[in-house]
Every structure is written in C-alpha cells, then in structure tokens.
C-alpha cells in the first residue's frame, strides 16, 4: 500500500511539473500567427474614415462642401401629396436656399467659404421620400434609431459625398404638419451626444403658435449641426446666467431668436456662434459667463 501511495504521488508531481512548463512555454508561440484580416477581400476596399471628420458626425466643418438631403416623411400622424402640397415641398426648397445663403455670406469674414448643395431640382438625387408607421413628429429624439437607420439603409452617403466632392452631409426630414399640438423644430447630432454621428434635423413646416416655419429656423437648425448651440435656455453649455443675458440685452444671435420674415434672415452669426463653429478663438465673453467649450477647441 505504502508503495503505491509513493507512486500516485510521483505521477501528480511529474504531471504538475509538465503542465507547469506548458504554462511557461506558451508565451513563446509566434503572435503573427493570429488571423487578424478576412481570408478575402472585397473588390474595392472601402476608403479608410478621416479621423477628424469622423469626430464630429456627419457634418464635421461648415468650411467645405455640404449636401443637404431632403427627406420627405410620412408618419403615423402626418402625410405628403405630392400634386396638393407641391406649393409647401416647392417652399422648402427656397427656405433653404435663403437659409444657405446666408450662412456662406455669415461664415466670409472668417476667411471661409462654404458651399451648399441642396437643390433637388437640380439634382434630384438629394431628395428621399420616407413612409415610417411611428409617430415621428415629437418634441423628443426617442426615434432617432429608426431615422438614423432610414438612412443608412436607403441613402448612399458615401457615394453621394464622392459624386459631389462633398465634406459634410446633414439630413433634413420634413414633415407636413398641422399648427395644432406640434412641437417646434429640432436637431440631433454630435452636439446632443457622441453616438449620433448622424446629423439630422426634424423640420415641422407648421407649428404650435400658429407658426409657419421661416427660413432663419433652416439656418438655425443647420448651424446646430455643426455644433452651435441654442441660447434661448440652458444646456450643458449654456448656463441660465447667459441666457437671462441674451434676454435683458434683447440678443439677435441667431441661436437666441430666429425672426419671422418668409423671404429673409436677419439675425446674427456672432462671435461665439463662430467660436462654436471652430472658426475662431474663444471669445473673451465664453470665460466671463463661463460656457461650455467648443467641439473643435484644441485643434
């Protein structure tokens, strides 16, 4: 018995001893025998993302080229006729083309020019039509999976940013709406949070008030989305300090008050409407009211 006892103990230290040195020997084995590539290719590698612009969502700097891709939305409240609403998709268009307008014009004294292509008249390429079964048109960005997901699906950015020499793409999704219970306009991007690299914008072509929605609101909503934020009530940028500010000095920064005029914009790009767009330096009234940084300080 004793002798067996010394032999089953002799085999567990020689097994201990072998897995020990398998342990000790398993570094040793070569690294570049991991599979870190598919086994094929596809026929045209996809273009490698730029970082810098990647970082700031899908539309990255206002200088560049920008494709505005109008989407018009069915929802489960809200429809399109194409023959008896063709005068409110027809006023779209010129909305946006006051809107860009005066954007280029606001971004030259900065030494920047920006270009828009959003005319679907033109280029019929940059208009969409969508039929979703959810309520879109809320005050909340509780659907911008299913927006953001439209698009991916059904619009080919890329290719689109190719054919135009295009930077930057935002994607406006308009709805026909009544005046009765709908909210005002919004955004979602990068400036909301860093997983929507998407940036879109929910235009309700009427809203409670009654309010037909005017050509500074186009602007207004596109400056969003390069990274502007709104001074009419506080945010993580904004504190309430600012805003009764804006309110005692009756601010026309545009992203304090939009003007109601249909063929025309006349508030401001300001200082720190431009500071915010990575156009220049923080401006000295950031650090006496203590705003929230830029997207692009630093670079």
């Not at 609101?217 to 502007?228: I, K, Q, R, S, T």
């Not at 330096?281 to 300080?297: K, T």
Request: glycine content about 6%; proline content about 6%.
């Amino acid at each position: 018995m004793k002798k067996r006892i010394l032999w089953l103990l002799v085999c567990m230290l020689l097994c201990t001893t072998m897995a020990a040195c398998a342990r000790r020997e398993a570094p040793q084995l070569p690294t570049a025998e991991v599979q870190t590539q598919p086994e094929t290719e596809p026929s045209q590698a996809p273009e490698e993302p730029d970082q810098a612009v990647s970082a700031h969502g899908s539309a990255a700097y206002i200088h560049g080229r920008t494709l505005v891709v109008s989407i018009f939305a069915d929802d489960a409240a809200t429809h399109w006729d194409e023959t008896t609403d063709a005068a409110d998709i027809d006023q779209t268009q010129e909305h946006l083309r006051i809107a860009t307008e005066w954007l280029t014009d606001a971004v030259k004294p900065y030494g920047v020019k920006a270009e828009f292509f959003y005319d679907w008249k033109e280029n019929p390429d940059l208009q969409y039509s969508a039929k979703f079964t959810e309520t879109l048109v809320r005050a909340d960005g509780s659907m911008y999976d299913v927006q953001a997901g439209y698009i991916q699906e059904n619009i080919p950015t890329e290719e689109l940013k190719r054919a135009y020499d295009a930077d930057n793409v935002v994607y406006f999704f308009f709805f026909n709406t009544p005046y009765e219970g709908t909210p005002s306009p919004w955004s979602l991007g990068r400036l909301n949070s860093q997983a929507c690299d998407t940036e879109l914008v929910n235009l309700f072509l009427r809203a409670a008030g009654p309010v037909d929605e005017p050509p500074s609101a186009y602007a207004h909503e596109l400056l969003h989305a390069f990274g502007v934020p709104d001074l009419y009530y506080t945010g993580g940028l904004i504190p309430q300090a600012y805003v009764d500010y804006c309110k005692e000095t009756g601010s026309q920064d545009i992203m304090y008050t939009i003007n109601g005029d249909m063929d025309c914009i006349t508030g401001q790009l300001t200082e720190l409407d431009a500071y915010y767009l990575g156009l220049t330096a923080r401006p000295a009234e950031a650090d006496r009211w203590q705003l929230g940084l830029s997207e692009y300080e630093g670079e």
